[in-house]
């Protein structure tokens, strides 16, 4: 039996095969736009060996679709299609209807159709791929595990907005929290790391890729989390903002400086460690650019780290103290230099890196110092895994609690 995992982004498209046990046995990444007639899709197995298909085709939805033909044929199993037991999509948004993942029928589909509109790069994409799937595998059940479903249980004071209060009853407007697969994966590995319960402990969890955001976790269920009604706000990031003052977007439209369209361009895709630097958003370049003594890039680097520290340090204040904080995604993995930036200053709350740790670290890891109150991981972000286990859950019991898919959509229009 296989469970094939899609997870549909704006400009990729990522496919896992797992097995019941949820051990990987393949995965797949191809590239697409909405304009692109054809591509690739490069595959690896569970030892690491690559190798590249081509994919011909008419459209995403159909490069979709032959993604998951080609991933089945390279299982080399004769019937393969007929071993997938279940379909499992990454759905960003999920709005205030799904609190957990769901078996998708057609009114879960539509929901999700509707939600297009507060997540407009992110929910069409895994329409196509919800689709690409029924139409690949017919019968095969498709199950949609929500980025947002995690925050479904921040507390309304950590939701709400210090704005009219009418603004939530009667236009939806809240905090929703994004990358939720990712800050729940990582708050069950640690459990396991820690060999102690999620009940027992308060954690940090910092998802720095070129989306970041970060949680406050306490036994096990968010308290506070940094994106909010968009994935715009929140940590400094690689082409976006982050949080800035709400007036500064005031002056530009009210001065005619730049009309919404091109305001939505600059804070989504022209700010954050582009904007800053001037030259790239993607971190190992600033890295580089800033050794090399590029001043814009130095400051960016410096920005980037103040604010992860800083939002760290609010965290653990919202908690009342730190058993862990937790870096994942590319940059909270992979650079060991950021983690030092942001841990500098954060003796003052009992946590201290250990430098040769740091350096060496190969997640999942524990860098923290022997002498540190708060343990330090670097765990890879495994939304894949956490998904497959969401897919053994619902196999397991089908009937448990999963939200019924049946909800009429709010008829005042929100989500
Ligand atoms: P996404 O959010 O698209 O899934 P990733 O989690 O892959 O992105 O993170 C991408 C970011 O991670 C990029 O800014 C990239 O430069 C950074 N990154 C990847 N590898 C390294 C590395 N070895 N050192 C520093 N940054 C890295």
């Avoid at 995992?5 to 498209?13: K, V």
């Avoid at 679709?65 to 393969?80: C, F, K, N, V, Y």
């Avoid at 940590?235 to 800035?244: A, D, E, I, K, Y």
């Amino acid at each position: 039996m296989s469970i094939l995992i899609l997870n549909a982004g704006s400009s990729t498209l990522k496919l896992a095969l797992y097995d019941r046990d949820c051990r990987l046995a393949l995965s797949g990444l191809a590239e697409w736009e909405a304009d692109r007639a054809a591509g690739a899709l490069r595959l690896s197995d569970a030892l690491g060996r690559a190798r590249s298909v081509a994919l011909e085709s008419a459209g995403p939805g159909e490069i979709a679709a032959e993604a998951i033909r080609a991933m089945l044929r390279e299982t080399g199993a004769e019937s393969a299609a007929s071993s997938v037991r279940i379909s499992v999509h990454r759905v960003v948004h999920g709005g205030e209807m799904f609190r957990n993942s769901v078996r998708i029928d057609d009114r879960v589909k539509t929901e999700i159709r509707r939600l297009c509109e507060l997540a407009p790069l992110h929910n069409p994409p895994a329409l196509l791929g919800i689709e690409a799937a029924e139409r690949v595998l017919p019968g095969v059940p498709g199950l949609a595990v929500f980025d947002t479903a995690f925050f479904a249980a921040l507390p309304p004071r950590a939701f709400l907005y210090p704005l009219p209060y009418s603004w939530y009853t009667e236009w939806g407007i809240r905090r929703f929290g994004f990358h939720g697969i990712s800050h729940a994966y990582c708050t069950e590995r640690a459990a396991a790391l820690l060999t102690r319960p999620a009940e027992d402990l308060r954690l940090v969890t910092c998802h720095l890729g070129n989306g970041c955001s970060a949680s406050a976790v306490r036994s096990g269920s968010p308290v506070a989390t940094t994106m909010g009604f968009t994935p715009l706000e929140g940590l400094m990031m690689g082409t976006r903002c982050g949080s800035v003052d709400p007036g500064i977007l005031l002056h530009l439209l009210e001065r005619g400086l730049l009309d919404p369209v091109r305001l939505d361009l600059a804070l989504n895709h022209h700010s954050g460690l582009l904007g800053v630097s001037g030259l790239s958003s993607d971190f190992r370049e600033i890295e580089s650019q800033a050794l090399a003594g590029h001043e814009r890039a130095r400051l960016a680097l410096e920005m980037f780290a103040d604010r992860v520290r800083a939002t760290v340090g609010a965290f653990a204040a919202t908690l009342g103290g730190l058993d862990a904080l937790i870096f994942t995604a590319g940059i909270g993995e992979h650079s060991a230099s950021l983690r030092a930036r942001v841990c500098e200053g954060l003796e003052c709350l009992g946590l201290r890196l250990d430098r040769d740790r740091n350096r060496a670290c190969q997640p999942d890891a524990d860098v923290a110092a022997d002498s540190s109150s708060g343990r330090i991981l670097v765990l890879h972000a495994r939304e894949d895994l956490h998904m497959a286990r969401e897919a053994v859950r619902y196999l397991t019991r089908p009937d448990a609690p999963q939200r019924p898919a049946g909800d009429a959509p709010r008829s005042d229009g929100r989500y």
